[in-house]
């Protein structure tokens, strides 16, 4: 399985992006969709889940200005990233778990100017 996430850029704060997540496998076989993101110098930090079954989790930093989703025709997952901070400036990746299995993607840079 692989896994390409996209959409990352250059925004301003109070700004939004949606990052992209195309799967190389039908995503109904994960049980877990989820985005982390990693900060220079600071470790990777869980920042959204969603279920197979549609139930999303979120980081306290981001509820109610980021949304996961997920198409399952396309085989992507999504985020939705709203009234953006620079402290939400990192690379984002985007991670898939089936059954044991863990599938990475690549990151994705969102820096956000203040």
């Known amino acids: 399985v692989q896994l390409q996430a996209s959409g990352g850029g250059l925004v301003q704060a109070g700004g939004s992006l949606r990052l992209s997540c195309a799967a190389s496998?039908?995503?109904?076989?994960?049980?877990?969709m989820r985005w982390y993101r990693q900060a220079p110098g600071k470790q990777r930090e869980l920042v959204a889940s969603?279920?197979?079954?549609?139930?999303?989790n979120y980081a306290d930093s981001v509820k109610g200005r980021f949304t996961i989703s997920r198409d399952n025709t396309k085989n992507t997952a999504y985020l939705q990233m709203n009234s953006l901070k620079p402290e939400d400036t990192a690379v984002y990746y985007c991670?898939?778990?089936?059954?044991?299995?863990?599938?990475w993607g690549q990151g994705t840079q969102v820096t956000v100017s203040s």
């Open positions: 496998d039908s995503i109904l076989s994960f049980n877990y």
């Open positions: 991670r898939a778990d089936k059954t044991i299995r863990v599938y």
């Open positions: 969603i279920l197979s079954g549609g139930s999303t």
